[in-house]
């Protein structure tokens, strides 16, 4: 989501740059070779909240000493959509 800065009632010096960041953006995004997702470490996802931060952050430290790759998401919106979408 990348926001317009001004609505969008048609195109003026601001528009246009906005629009122009975006689709500069979609074309990085689209020509970056992705990272291979494989790996040899069980892979923990976890959700956190504002006031959790601190004990996740601890839980997170352990478990990656004990060989896991860990990945935290935040529990409300976006994060926590993805996270179940990931889960298997």
């Given at each position: 989501?990348?926001?317009?800065?001004?609505?969008?009632?048609?195109?003026?010096?601001?528009?246009?740059?906005?629009?122009?960041?975006?689709?500069?953006?979609?074309?990085?995004m689209v020509l970056t070779d992705d990272?291979?997702?494989?790996?040899?470490?069980?892979?923990?996802a976890v959700t956190t909240l504002g006031?959790?931060?601190?004990?996740?952050?601890?839980?997170?430290?352990?478990?990656?000493?004990?060989?896991?790759?860990?990945?935290?998401?935040?529990?409300?919106?976006?994060?926590?959509?993805?996270?179940?979408?990931?889960?298997?």
């Amino acid at each position: 989501m990348i926001p317009s800065i001004a609505d969008i009632v048609g195109l003026n010096r601001i528009t246009r740059n906005s629009l122009r960041k975006a689709a500069g953006a979609i074309r990085s995004m689209v020509l970056t070779d992705d990272e291979p997702l494989s790996s040899h470490e069980p892979l923990i996802a976890v959700t956190t909240l504002g006031g959790t931060t601190e004990t996740v952050m601890r839980f997170k430290t352990r478990l990656e000493e004990k060989g896991f790759e860990v990945v935290v998401f935040h529990a409300i919106g976006t994060g926590g959509r993805t996270m179940e979408e990931l889960a298997p």
